[in-house]
């Protein structure tokens, strides 16, 4: 891979994150493998053939840059009551309805005014008094050549790095984002297969088997499900079980409060009734640690 671009007219060479099949190149950053014609653009929007080099377009560009405190993401033990330096560019590989942060995962428009460099983010970061450095906002699969180089300079400084995640990276990006990353929050947004690949365009069991290889490996793993009344009255029993066996009853587990948002608008909030409902069901489980989020 080509490390840090000075401009827009560079492009980022993929490297390992892709194979080449004929005229086409298969990206490999996430499970839906896009098999991409020259000038063709994969699902998340960004990834793009460009003179036959897989190419990440929001590379040095983030959409978003934040300091949060490290609860926010939502990590409850993973170096507790700190800062984190949270950052975004646009696009996702999913299509989730409910979306809340639709203004930047479902768009492929993005300034390219201003660079940002991995250098750059680092020392924004130490400015303000970060620990860490989070790849959040929109899925950070599809920016992680971007946010591989920037986790590289941030560990030269003893940063950690996090990924907030819809866990639906390719098997190839799984395994190497341990050699960067010391901790992961990724979204179990339902436990329907067939909802996944209708409404989300994604897959369950892709996530359900990405979530078991991170936390086998050691990756510190917690877990978020955003309880969408409608959808989620049948499945956080699911959600519960799976975590219990086959993540541990030690991986906490955050079930968040969900309000209208991007295309269900005409949908209503969760009702605390429900959220104290999958708190019981959690803890009937043995789930050590669940934590209520989004309630006001």
């Not at 401009?7 to 190149?25: G, R, S, T, W």
């Not at 946010?147 to 003893?158: F, L």
């Not at 793993?221 to 959600?239: A, C, G, H, Q």
Request: charge should be positive; include cysteine; aromatic fraction near 10%.
């Amino acid at each position: 891979m080509k490390n840090y671009a000075k401009n827009a007219d560079i492009k980022i060479d993929l490297m390992q994150y892709f194979k080449k099949k004929k005229e086409k190149i298969i990206c490999q950053l996430c499970s839906h493998y896009c098999q991409l014609k020259l000038k063709q653009t994969g699902i998340c929007g960004v990834i793009k053939n460009i003179e036959n080099t897989l190419t990440c377009t929001v590379y040095g560009y983030p959409s978003a840059l934040h300091v949060d405190p490290i609860e926010k993401k939502p990590l409850y033990h993973f170096l507790p009551h700190t800062n984190t330096f949270s950052l975004g560019t646009v696009g996702c590989n999913f299509l989730c309805p409910f979306c809340q942060n639709w203004q930047l995962s479902q768009t492929k428009e993005f300034s390219k005014k201003n660079y940002t460099s991995p250098k750059e983010i680092v020392q924004l970061a130490l400015h303000h008094h970060c620990e860490s450095i989070s790849y959040t906002y929109n899925e950070p699969t599809i920016f992680f050549p971007y946010a591989r180089d920037i986790a590289i300079e941030a560990k030269k400084v003893g940063l950690k790095n996090i990924m907030v995640s819809n866990g639906f990276m390719s098997q190839e990006l799984c395994e190497e984002i341990l050699k960067y990353i010391d901790a992961i929050n990724i979204d179990i947004k339902s436990f329907d297969e067939n909802y996944y690949k209708k409404t989300l365009k994604g897959s369950l069991h892709v996530v359900l088997q990405n979530a078991k290889t991170l936390k086998q490996k050691g990756l510190h793993v917690e877990i978020t499900t955003l309880y969408i009344p409608s959808l989620d009255d049948e499945k956080i029993e699911s959600i519960a079980f799976f975590i219990a066996d086959e993540l541990g009853v030690d991986t906490p587990w955050h079930i968040s409060a969900y309000h209208p948002d991007y295309k269900m608008m005409n949908s209503i909030k969760t009702p605390i009734e429900k959220l104290k409902s999958a708190y019981s069901i959690a803890k009937k489980h043995g789930i050590q640690n669940v934590y209520l989020g989004n309630i006001q």
